[in-house]
């Protein structure tokens, strides 16, 4: 994708962390009960048996150290260069001072028992001081420890491996000690199942913020565990094409927000203006290739300028009934698309369509509009549940040229209410939209909403109400029940470590998506989350066009309900991604991408 300057860039796709905007600032509200998700779900929970098709997750493993475990070293380990004996330096003398500024791992955090080894991060006042990292966990037989003079340090894979196999649902703290100064400490914990699926992503060069290059921007992607990305799609490598502003076909610019479709072979994405939408493969020998399901009627229907962010559900993903959510800018098919047009209506794009005739789609054919009663305002940023019965989505007027502007957003719920036509296409008519209770505060606005795996929750962005609502630091996530409560749960993973001199809000948390599955459905249910964050600290950079662009990274983090109670944990930044590359928009589902190397 191009990054086009922030006024025109828009992207239809969520805070993308650019350009600096002057967002109105001020405390967010307090945190939301946390009660409020698992009271509304229940003991039970809602979709305790997942989805058909999620497989579900792996449950826990019976550990094979019944006893005292030796995942760790009795010997410490000693980094290239230093002398043997550098762990005596350390004897007789107690830790004097403030730590380092431990920020990795952040405290209270949840790890998948398959994910990257943990990294340790510090700052230090003076770099290149000899420095002592131990881990302790009550099982292992011995701490393991580790000298160096850098301020990171890794986990080695083997003893990790181990590690996650044999100490989980326990604390394992992580203490850093400077020679001649303080320590710090922080703690994690292993979870006992696995984040399955892939991540992928959208990676861009932050300083080519107005100038459109093919090469400024890429998909890359990485399964958990992975110690690399790769990258997934490139815009040179799309063969689809899009309509421009003058409606005739051109080749893609842009690759801007995208999503799944539902078998993990492809993706949908949006170009850069005016908003149409295309469609490329990301799996091994279908690179860029269309989707062979996606007939050339629903590449014509797709391709219809003012598109926004859009939605697929595993349950409209079959033969006949291949369909995508979507707001719609038009007035009428072929209609002028406006860059501003608030009062956006929600549609289902058929991709199976019939052939279009004279370029233009037929409504109630190619295309169709949801009702909406009860809802006056327009429609943005919808998700769609994975049993297919319900659209969740922004009701505002702030829909700006694919984006959202400044104005009210609280999010609404709309049956989709599927019926068949009379060649038997699937087709959706909408119905009464409401607010969603926790999700619709008049003193926040609400947005980019994401049903959970099994559709219990909605997990969203929330921003005080008259800020602006692309890439606002002031930018924090919540999770509701997708029934609604009283109040939303705030994600502990807003807050970075407070040694760090950043808080939430003020950091642009944002576009929250879920693992495709959850865990079994008895015992506690494991939900993983992905998100981006301006945290990391890379500088700001200027980019091409002088505007300051902030670089934002990736997180993941844990949402665990058990029975009654919903317990949140603290990020974890994956440091496999590259720092240089602002990385935003990613997806997380069951895609089909190539191996990492």
Same mark, same amino acid.
Request: hydrophobic share 40%; with cysteine; proline share 10%.
């Given at each position: 994708?191009?990054?086009?300057?922030?006024?025109?860039?828009?992207?239809?796709?969520?805070?993308?962390?650019?350009?600096?905007?002057?967002?109105?600032?001020?405390?967010?509200?307090?945190?939301?009960?946390?009660?409020?998700?698992?009271?509304?779900?229940?003991?039970?929970?809602?979709?305790?048996?997942?989805?058909?098709?999620?497989?579900?997750?792996?449950?826990?493993?019976?550990?094979?150290?019944?006893?005292?475990?030796?995942?760790?070293?009795?010997?410490?380990?000693?980094?290239?260069?230093?002398?043997?004996?550098?762990?005596?330096?350390?004897?007789?003398?107690?830790?004097?001072? +403030?730590?380092?500024?431990?920020?990795?791992?952040?405290?209270?955090?949840?790890?998948?028992?398959?994910?990257?080894?943990?990294?340790?991060?510090?700052?230090?006042?003076?770099?290149?001081?000899?420095?002592?990292?131990?881990?302790?966990?009550?099982?292992?037989?011995?701490?393991?420890?580790?000298?160096?003079?850098?301020?990171?340090?890794?986990?080695?894979?083997?003893?990790?491996?181990?590690?996650? /196999?044999?100490?989980?649902?326990?604390?394992?703290?992580?203490?850093?000690?400077?020679?001649?100064?303080?320590?710090?400490?922080?703690?994690?914990?292993?979870?006992?199942?696995?984040?399955?699926?892939?991540?992928?992503?959208?990676?861009?060069?932050?300083?080519?913020?107005?100038?459109?290059?093919?090469?400024?921007?890429?998909?890359?992607?990485?399964? +958990?565990?992975?110690?690399?990305?790769?990258?997934?799609?490139?815009?040179?490598?799309?063969?689809?094409?899009?309509?421009?502003?003058?409606?005739?076909?051109?080749?893609?610019?842009?690759?801007?927000?995208? /999503?799944?479709?539902?078998?993990?072979?492809?993706?949908?994405?949006?170009?850069?203006?005016?908003?149409?939408?295309?469609?490329?493969?990301?799996?091994?020998?279908?690179?860029?290739?269309?989707?062979?399901?996606?007939?050339?009627?629903?590449?014509?229907?797709?391709?219809?300028?003012?598109?926004?962010?859009?939605?697929?559900?595993?349950?409209?993903?079959?033969?006949?009934?291949?369909?995508?959510?979507?707001?719609?800018?038009?007035?009428?098919?072929?209609?002028?698309?406006?860059?501003?047009?608030?009062?956006?209506?929600?549609?289902?794009?058929?991709?199976?369509? +019939?052939?279009?005739?004279?370029?233009?789609?037929?409504?109630?054919?190619?295309?169709?509009?949801?009702?909406?009663?009860?809802?006056?305002?327009?429609?943005?940023?919808?998700?769609?549940?994975?049993?297919?019965?319900?659209?969740?989505?922004?009701?505002?007027?702030?829909?700006?040229?694919?984006?959202?502007?400044?104005?009210?957003?609280?999010?609404?719920?709309?049956?989709?209410?599927?019926?068949?036509?009379?060649?038997?296409?699937?087709?959706?008519?909408?119905?009464?939209?409401?607010?969603?209770?926790?999700?619709?505060?008049?003193?926040?606005?609400?947005?980019? +909403?994401?049903?959970?795996?099994?559709?219990?929750?909605?997990?969203?962005?929330?921003?005080?109400?008259?800020?602006?609502?692309?890439?606002?630091?002031?930018?924090?996530?919540?999770?509701?029940? /997708?029934?609604?409560?009283?109040?939303?749960?705030?994600?502990?993973?807003?807050?970075?470590?407070?040694?760090?001199?950043?808080?939430?809000?003020?950091?642009?948390?944002?576009?929250?998506?879920?693992?495709?599955?959850?865990?079994? /459905?008895?015992?506690?249910?494991?939900?993983?989350?992905?998100?981006?964050?301006?945290?990391?600290?890379?500088?700001?950079?200027?980019?091409?066009?002088?505007?300051?662009?902030?670089?934002?990274?990736?997180?993941?983090?844990?949402?665990?309900?058990?029975?009654?109670?919903?317990?949140?944990?603290?990020?974890?930044?994956?440091?496999?991604?590259?720092?240089?590359?602002?990385?935003?928009?990613?997806?997380?589902?069951?895609?089909?991408?190539?191996?990492?190397?």
């Amino acid at each position: 994708m191009s990054l086009a300057a922030a006024s025109a860039l828009a992207l239809a796709c969520a805070n993308v962390g650019g350009a600096s905007t002057g967002a109105a600032s001020g405390a967010s509200g307090a945190n939301g009960g946390a009660g409020g998700v698992a009271a509304a779900i229940g003991a039970g929970g809602a979709g305790d048996e997942g989805v058909a098709g999620t497989g579900g997750v792996a449950g826990a493993i019976a550990p094979p150290c019944p006893g005292a475990c030796a995942d760790f070293p009795k010997d410490p380990l000693i980094d290239m260069g230093l002398a043997p004996d550098v762990a005596g330096k350390f004897d007789g003398f107690a830790p004097i001072g +403030p730590g380092p500024c431990l920020t990795e791992p952040e405290d209270g955090a949840l790890y998948p028992n398959n994910w990257l080894r943990p990294r340790v991060k510090w700052t230090i006042a003076s770099p290149g001081t000899l420095t002592e990292v131990r881990f302790h966990a009550d099982k292992e037989m011995y701490d393991l420890v580790a000298y160096t003079t850098s301020t990171t340090w890794t986990m080695p894979r083997a003893i990790w491996q181990t590690l996650a /196999a044999n100490v989980r649902d326990a604390p394992i703290t992580v203490t850093v000690r400077a020679l001649g100064g303080g320590a710090s400490t922080a703690a994690f914990t292993i979870a006992p199942v696995p984040a399955p699926g892939s991540i992928v992503y959208w990676a861009a060069n932050p300083a080519d913020h107005g100038m459109p290059k093919a090469t400024s921007s890429s998909l890359q992607g990485f399964a +958990p565990g992975d110690e690399a990305t790769v990258q997934t799609l490139g815009v040179p490598d799309v063969q689809m094409q899009t309509r421009g502003a003058n409606n005739g076909l051109r080749n893609v610019t842009c690759i801007g927000c995208h /999503a799944a479709t539902p078998d993990g072979q492809s993706v949908a994405f949006l170009d850069d203006f005016p908003w149409s939408m295309a469609m490329a493969g990301v799996s091994p020998g279908r690179t860029g290739l269309p989707p062979p399901t996606l007939t050339p009627g629903g590449a014509d229907t797709i391709r219809q300028p003012g598109m926004g962010i859009f939605s697929f559900s595993r349950a409209h993903w079959s033969p006949g009934d291949r369909i995508v959510v979507s707001p719609y800018y038009l007035d009428m098919p072929c209609g002028q698309y406006k860059r501003a047009k608030p009062d956006v209506r929600l549609a289902w794009l058929d991709l199976e369509a +019939p052939p279009v005739d004279n370029g233009c789609p037929v409504e109630g054919t190619h295309f169709g509009i949801l009702a909406r009663t009860g809802d006056a305002r327009g429609a943005a940023n919808p998700t769609w549940s994975h049993d297919g019965s319900t659209v969740v989505y922004s009701s505002t007027m702030a829909g700006q040229d694919g984006r959202l502007g400044v104005g009210a957003s609280d999010l609404y719920s709309v049956p989709y209410n599927a019926t068949k036509n009379a060649m038997g296409k699937s087709r959706g008519l909408g119905g009464i939209a409401a607010p969603l209770a926790g999700a619709s505060d008049p003193d926040f606005d609400e947005y980019y +909403p994401a049903f959970s795996p099994d559709d219990a929750l909605v997990v969203f962005d929330r921003v005080p109400t008259g800020s602006p609502m692309y890439a606002n630091p002031m930018a924090e996530l919540y999770v509701v029940p /997708a029934a609604g409560a009283a109040a939303a749960t705030r994600l502990a993973a807003n807050d970075p470590p407070a040694c760090s001199g950043m808080a939430s809000p003020g950091v642009n948390n944002h576009w929250a998506k879920w693992a495709p599955t959850m865990s079994p /459905a008895t015992g506690p249910k494991y939900y993983w989350l992905v998100f981006s964050s301006n945290r990391y600290g890379t500088p700001p950079v200027l980019a091409d066009d002088k505007s300051v662009v902030q670089v934002s990274q990736l997180y993941a983090t844990a949402v665990v309900v058990d029975g009654a109670s919903v317990k949140t944990y603290a990020a974890i930044y994956l440091w496999n991604q590259s720092p240089a590359t602002l990385n935003t928009t990613p997806a997380w589902d069951p895609f089909k991408i190539p191996l990492v190397q």
